[in-house]
Each structure stands twice: as structure tokens, then as C-alpha cells.
């Protein structure tokens, strides 16, 4: 029978009519209410043990999800430049992404990556990053990288050289450690706090990183180590300029003309270096990709040579 | 009614049952897998960090899992009381077959729809596995826990088909005697029960009462164990499964559906269809 059939072609265009018309109400309505809140991180659930059962056979992938999710925690933050930044989910995101999956490498050692980064740019937490990490060493005790990583959490974190020494030791003395691990402890109780033993450190893991993020993040931290080195040397420059009796104010052209520099400089990201023309102090340009840059413990905190 | 069980009519039992899941479409869960799995695994290179190959692998193993669930159960509990529903019960059990053979037949051709959904699943996510390894860096490989093309992930498939091998049998046991809707909650009340196992078992160490962690560990033996059968995670990240653990679940299993089919015989046959 198709008397009571409705013709295809008629009713669809009704429908794509009425479906563009609700879709042109919701716009105007949005902008004239300013309905949309923004959105919330909320984690509902905050127990690993409670998601495991509810999950049934899905604890991996749920791991995932909480993994996911924690990154983007961390990447929507790290966006936020002015904004207050929120981490307050990061830790129990990875909690329960490594409550799922207790073998989940990455989660262990993003995450202590991401909680160790001192404020402003990350959330400046490496004791939750030590937490996290012996807790993944409870569950995989012949994992030096993360013995090496809660070294990390204390070098980068908490700038406690010592502690840091201790565990670079301890993981070295592991099964199948890196080579690296012995000189980077020597270095570090030696040279802690100096930009030369940051550097080591950045270098053995841009070279070893098992990821290309851990890597490219490495790579990074290293550019803006030579930021701060050739910030120094600028700042010389413009000082040795000044004391030779060089006109004021002082500019990058005047330095390049009167023979100092080759050519305007620039951070390795390629951003000029901003030079103030009275005091002669170097800065980063305020739009450089490598900003912020790390803060340098104060000289009492370095470790003393032979210590 | 003869009680005598013929391969030939359960196998024609079987092809007809998977002639109409063909029929009723549900391969296309195959191309809903195919289109998740290959979206998923483009989305996931940028969403994370270099996990792609470990989430790929929980995505396709998770949704092969999930898929068969579905089918198993809806499928499964559909398989006797549509032809009640529909009253074609009557010229079945008027042909000379059992009721045993036609509860078998159904079991069979149900459990090979999804044999054919989980090995085409299955091929769908290594060759997905396979291009996001060819164009992987071959030194972030060394940091893998498992090769991508890992035919141990077979292990994975192998003991989730097991597995829905059990679900279709609570299903059809279930449908035998009870109404579809009864059916349907009984059967995903028991895969969630079954997914407790470990904590039926480890009962006494929450409890001071004798008496109910026996029932506990009772429960634990009766009640279908579905956990047993998930080895996703240890195969994702290239821990061994031991050939003796899979026989024994796959044993396991088999007689678990050899005890449900039995039941549904019995309660079949005893049926009364007027």
C-alpha cells in the first residue's frame, strides 16, 4: 500500500529547512544571551579501584581516555598565558589512568614530566611527580628510567642536587641502565644549579627520549639554555661597548656598526633579542616561542664544586 | 521427540541461523569498527604524545570486545523468541528435529557470525596497525613495549571469542524460558557479575562472616568468570600469556557453554508451546 507513503524528496527538504532554522535561532539566541559557560574540567569519579570495576573489561581503554585527558589538562593550561592556570585534575588524572593500567610507561613518565615543570609554566608539583613515579616502580621495580625520571622531579623540580645525585646513582646502578646515568649524578652533585649540568641533562634526554615529545621537549629546554647563555654574552657586549665609551643610547645597530656583532641577534628560535638601550640589559621579545624561560636557583643553592 | 543430537541438522541449523544475521545486517558492524579504528588512529597521532600504537591496539581490542558483546547478546536472545514471536516455533518443531539440535544449531551459527565479525575485526586492526608502523620513526620503535604487528594480539582475539562464546550461551539458556526483556537484563546482569570474579573470590578478606564468604567463594565457581578470558592489557604491553592459561580458559569456557547448552536443552525441551 502507498497511499499513506510521504514523498521523500519534499519531506527531507522540510526537514533540512526546519533543522537550518533551529541552528540560526541557537546562534542568535548564544549571542544574545551569552548562554555558553566555559568549559570545566570535572572528574566525576575519582577512585582507580572504582573505575576499574565499572570499566568491566575495558580498564585499558578507559586508561586511555584518563591519559588523553590529562594531556589535554596539561596542553590547555600550558596554552593559558595571562589566565590563571588550573592543574588541580592533572595528578588524579594520571593516578587513574596508571590505576588502570599499571603498566602504562608513558602515563608514569609524561606525567612526572608535566608535574615536576616549575610554576608558571607548569604546576611546579614534584612531590606528586615522586608519588607517581614510585608508584609505577611498585608496579615495575626494574624500570630505572623512572628512578631516573624522580632524580629528574628533584634536579628540575625542587632544585635539591643532592637527592637528584642520589637517584641519577641509583639508577645507574639498575639492570640495563643507560650509560649516561653515572657521569649526569658525578656532574650534577658537582656542577647542580649551573646551566652546565642542566644542559648535560637536557642533552642525554633529547638524545634518549623514548618519544618524540619527550625528545622535542629536551630539544627545546636546550634552545633555551643557549637563549640564557647568549643573553649573557650580549649583555657583556653591550657592557664592554658602554666602558670603551661607546655613544648611549646603545642599539643593536650601533653594536653591529661599531663592530661587536655580525648581524642583530637573535634567540635560536630565531625572535631578536630585545636590548635596552640605557641599561644595556638583554631580554627575550616578549612573542618568543622559548619563553618562559627557567628560573636559575640563586648561587646558595648550587651545589659547590667536589661536594 | 527423538533426544539423538545430528551434526548435519545443527549444521543446517547453523547456516541458516547465519544466513539471517548476513541478512539482518549485522556485519556492518564491521565497517562501523573499520571507520572507528582508522579515524581513531589519525586522531590519536595528534591527541597522544606518541601513544598511538597503545591506544590503536586498547581501541581495537576494546571495541572487537564491545561489538561481540552486543551481538552476542542481542542477537543471542532474539535467536529463539523471535521464532516464537513470529510463531514460525510451530513449522520448526514440526520438521524432524530436536529441540536440543535446534538449541545447538542456533548456538553454532551465531557463535560462527561472530567468529567472521572478530577475524575480520581483527584484520581490519592489524593492517591499521601495520601502516602506522610503516611510517613510525624506527627509533621511537625501540621504545615499544610490543611490535606493532604483534600476532600475539591473536591471543587477545582468540580468548575474547571464547569469551563471547560464553555470553551467547547465557543468552540463548536464558531465552528458553523466559521472556526477551527478562532475557536481556538477566544476560547483562550476569556479564557485569562475571566481570567480578576476583572479588567474589578474595570475598573473606573483606568479611568476617564465615558463612557468606563461602557463599562468595561459591558464587565465584558457579557464576561465569568473564575476567579470566581479558588478557588485552598484558598483551598491549608484551607480557607473556602462557599457552598452558589459554588452554585451560579456552577449556574453561568450553565447558561453561557446554553446561549452559545443556540447561537450555532441558528447559527448552520442557517448554510448552501451545
Same mark, same amino acid.
Given at each position: 500500500?502507498? #497511499?499513506?507513503? *510521504?514523498?521523500?524528496?519534499?519531506?527531507?527538504?522540510?526537514?533540512?529547512?526546519? *533543522?537550518?532554522?533551529?541552528?540560526?535561532?541557537?546562534?542568535?539566541?548564544?549571542? #544574545?544571551?551569552h548562554t555558553d559557560r566555559p568549559a570545566e574540567h570535572v572528574l566525576y569519579v575519582q577512585s582507580p579501584e572504582v573505575v576499574r570495576r565499572l570499566a568491566l573489561s575495558f580498564d585499558a581503554i578507559v586508561a586511555d581516555v584518563y591519559y588523553i585527558r590529562a594531556l589535554q589538562v596539561f596542553g590547555a593550561a600550558q596554552k593559558k598565558t595571562r589566565q590563571a592556570?588550573?592543574?588541580?585534575?592533572?595528578?588524579?588524572?594520571?593516578?587513574?589512568?596508571?590505576?588502570?593500567?599499571?603498566?602504562?610507561?608513558?602515563?608514569?613518565?609524561?606525567?612526572?614530566?608535566? *608535574?615536576?615543570?616549575?610554576?608558571?609554566?607548569?604546576?611546579?608539583?614534584?612531590?606528586?611527580? %615522586?608519588?607517581?613515579?614510585?608508584?609505577? *616502580?611498585?608496579?615495575?621495580?626494574?624500570?630505572?628510567?623512572?628512578?631516573?625520571d624522580i632524580g629528574f622531579a628533584h634536579f628540575w623540580g625542587s632544585r635539591d642536587y643532592r637527592t637528584a645525585a642520589s637517584w641519577f646513582q641509583k639508577a645507574s646502578e639498575m639492570p640495563g641502565a643507560a650509560w649516561f646515568l653515572?657521569?649526569?649524578?658525578?656532574?650534577?652533585?658537582?656542577?647542580?644549579?649551573?646551566?652546565?649540568?642542566?644542559?648535560?641533562?637536557?642533552?642525554?634526554?633529547?638524545?634518549?627520549?623514548?618519544? %618524540?615529545?619527550?625528545?622535542?621537549d629536551a630539544e627545546r629546554r636546550l634552545r633555551q639554555l643557549d637563549a640564557m647563555d647568549a643573553m649573557d654574552a650580549l649583555r657583556r657586549v653591550a657592557a664592554t661597548h658602554r666602558s670603551r665609551g661607546g655613544p648611549a643610547p646603545v642599539t643593536w645597530d650601533g653594536l653591529v656598526r661599531a663592530g661587536y656583532l655580525r648581524g642583530i641577534p637573535a634567540d635560536p628560535d630565531g625572535f631578536v633579542f630585545v636590548l635596552d638601550p640605557w641599561t644595556g640589559d638583554v631580554r627575550m621579545a616578549a612573542d618568543s616561542t622559548l619563553l618562559p624561560l627557567p628560573d636559575e636557583p640563586p648561587p646558595e643553592h648550587q651545589a659547590v664544586p667536589g661536594s | 521427540?527423538?533426544?539423538?543430537?545430528?551434526?548435519?541438522?545443527?549444521?543446517?541449523?547453523?547456516?541458516?541461523?547465519?544466513?539471517?544475521?548476513?541478512?539482518?545486517?549485522?556485519?556492518?558492524?564491521?565497517?562501523?569498527?573499520?571507520?572507528?579504528?582508522?579515524?581513531?588512529?589519525? /586522531?590519536?597521532?595528534?591527541?597522544?604524545?606518541?601513544?598511538?600504537?597503545?591506544?590503536?591496539?586498547?581501541?581495537?581490542?576494546?571495541?572487537?570486545?564491545?561489538?561481540?558483546?552486543?551481538?552476542? /547478546?542481542?542477537?543471542?536472545?532474539?535467536?529463539?523468541?523471535?521464532?516464537?514471536?513470529?510463531?514460525?516455533?510451530?513449522?520448526?518443531?514440526?520438521?524432524?528435529?530436536?529441540?536440543?539440535?535446534?538449541?545447538?544449531?542456533?548456538?553454532?551459527?551465531?557463535?560462527?557470525?561472530?567468529?567472521?565479525?572478530?577475524?575480520?575485526?581483527?584484520?581490519?586492526?592489524?593492517?591499521?596497525?601495520?601502516?602506522?608502523?610503516?611510517?613510525?620513526?624506527?627509533?621511537?620503535?625501540?621504545?615499544?613495549?610490543?611490535?606493532?604487528?604483534?600476532?600475539?594480539?591473536?591471543?587477545?582475539?582468540?580468548?575474547?571469542?571464547?569469551?563471547?562464546?560464553?555470553?551467547?550461551? /547465557?543468552?540463548?539458556?536464558?531465552?528458553?524460558?523466559?521472556?526477551?526483556?527478562?532475557?536481556a537484563a538477566f544476560t547483562v546482569g550476569l556479564v557485569i557479575v562475571g566481570h567480578f570474579g576476583a572479588d567474589l573470590k578474595n570475598f573473606e578478606q573483606i568479611v568476617d562472616s564465615k558463612p557468606l564468604a563461602w557463599m562468595a567463594r561459591g558464587l565465584y565457581y558457579i557464576l561465569p568468570n568473564l575476567a579470566s578470558f581479558d588478557v588485552k592489557l598484558q598483551v598491549v604491553h608484551g607480557q607473556p600469556v602462557t599457552a598452558g592459561y589459554v588452554a585451560m580458559t579456552t577449556g574453561y569456557g568450553a565447558l561453561y557453554v557446554a553446561t549452559l547448552l545443556t540447561l537450555a536443552s532441558l528447559f527448552f525441551s520442557r517448554r510448552d508451546f501451545k
Amino acid at each position: 500500500m502507498t #497511499a499513506g507513503r *510521504l514523498p521523500a524528496v519534499p519531506v527531507l527538504v522540510a526537514a533540512a529547512v526546519l *533543522l537550518a532554522g533551529s541552528i540560526g535561532l541557537q546562534v542568535r539566541r548564544d549571542r #544574545a544571551f551569552h548562554t555558553d559557560r566555559p568549559a570545566e574540567h570535572v572528574l566525576y569519579v575519582q577512585s582507580p579501584e572504582v573505575v576499574r570495576r565499572l570499566a568491566l573489561s575495558f580498564d585499558a581503554i578507559v586508561a586511555d581516555v584518563y591519559y588523553i585527558r590529562a594531556l589535554q589538562v596539561f596542553g590547555a593550561a600550558q596554552k593559558k598565558t595571562r589566565q590563571a592556570k588550573d592543574y588541580e585534575l592533572l595528578y588524579p588524572l594520571l593516578d587513574m589512568a596508571t590505576g588502570l593500567d599499571p603498566q602504562f610507561n608513558m602515563a608514569y613518565r609524561f606525567g612526572a614530566i608535566f *608535574l615536576t615543570e616549575p610554576k608558571p609554566a607548569g604546576p611546579g608539583r614534584p612531590d606528586l611527580a %615522586e608519588k607517581l613515579l614510585l608508584k609505577g *616502580l611498585k608496579a615495575n621495580p626494574k624500570k630505572w628510567e623512572y628512578v631516573q625520571d624522580i632524580g629528574f622531579a628533584h634536579f628540575w623540580g625542587s632544585r635539591d642536587y643532592r637527592t637528584a645525585a642520589s637517584w641519577f646513582q641509583k639508577a645507574s646502578e639498575m639492570p640495563g641502565a643507560a650509560w649516561f646515568l653515572k657521569p649526569l649524578a658525578a656532574t650534577t652533585l658537582a656542577q647542580g644549579g649551573q646551566r652546565s649540568a642542566a644542559r648535560m641533562l637536557f642533552k642525554v634526554l633529547a638524545e634518549s627520549g623514548e618519544v %618524540e615529545w619527550m625528545r622535542k621537549d629536551a630539544e627545546r629546554r636546550l634552545r633555551q639554555l643557549d637563549a640564557m647563555d647568549a643573553m649573557d654574552a650580549l649583555r657583556r657586549v653591550a657592557a664592554t661597548h658602554r666602558s670603551r665609551g661607546g655613544p648611549a643610547p646603545v642599539t643593536w645597530d650601533g653594536l653591529v656598526r661599531a663592530g661587536y656583532l655580525r648581524g642583530i641577534p637573535a634567540d635560536p628560535d630565531g625572535f631578536v633579542f630585545v636590548l635596552d638601550p640605557w641599561t644595556g640589559d638583554v631580554r627575550m621579545a616578549a612573542d618568543s616561542t622559548l619563553l618562559p624561560l627557567p628560573d636559575e636557583p640563586p648561587p646558595e643553592h648550587q651545589a659547590v664544586p667536589g661536594s | 521427540m527423538s533426544l539423538g543430537v545430528s551434526a548435519g541438522t545443527v549444521g543446517r541449523i547453523a547456516a541458516n541461523v547465519f544466513k539471517e544475521s548476513v541478512r539482518d545486517k549485522v556485519l556492518y558492524s564491521v565497517v562501523l569498527f573499520a571507520i572507528l579504528l582508522i579515524s581513531a588512529s589519525y /586522531i590519536l597521532g595528534e591527541l597522544s604524545a606518541g601513544q598511538e600504537i597503545k591506544i590503536v591496539k586498547d581501541l581495537g581490542l576494546a571495541a572487537i570486545s564491545l561489538f561481540g558483546h552486543f551481538i552476542a /547478546i542481542f542477537i543471542g536472545i532474539g535467536l529463539v523468541s523471535k521464532e516464537m514471536e513470529r510463531r514460525s516455533i510451530y513449522a520448526l518443531l514440526a520438521k524432524p528435529m530436536s529441540r536440543t539440535e535446534l538449541v545447538l544449531g542456533k548456538f553454532v551459527g551465531l557463535l560462527a557470525t561472530l567468529t567472521v565479525n572478530v577475524l575480520v575485526m581483527s584484520a581490519a586492526l592489524f593492517i591499521v596497525l601495520a601502516i602506522s608502523d610503516a611510517v613510525t620513526d624506527p627509533f621511537f620503535k625501540k621504545a615499544w613495549e610490543a611490535p606493532a604487528v604483534d600476532p600475539a594480539l591473536l591471543t587477545a582475539t582468540g580468548l575474547i571469542l571464547v569469551q563471547l562464546g560464553v555470553v551467547t550461551a /547465557i543468552a540463548i539458556f536464558f531465552s528458553t524460558f523466559t521472556s526477551p526483556v527478562l532475557a536481556a537484563a538477566f544476560t547483562v546482569g550476569l556479564v557485569i557479575v562475571g566481570h567480578f570474579g576476583a572479588d567474589l573470590k578474595n570475598f573473606e578478606q573483606i568479611v568476617d562472616s564465615k558463612p557468606l564468604a563461602w557463599m562468595a567463594r561459591g558464587l565465584y565457581y558457579i557464576l561465569p568468570n568473564l575476567a579470566s578470558f581479558d588478557v588485552k592489557l598484558q598483551v598491549v604491553h608484551g607480557q607473556p600469556v602462557t599457552a598452558g592459561y589459554v588452554a585451560m580458559t579456552t577449556g574453561y569456557g568450553a565447558l561453561y557453554v557446554a553446561t549452559l547448552l545443556t540447561l537450555a536443552s532441558l528447559f527448552f525441551s520442557r517448554r510448552d508451546f501451545k
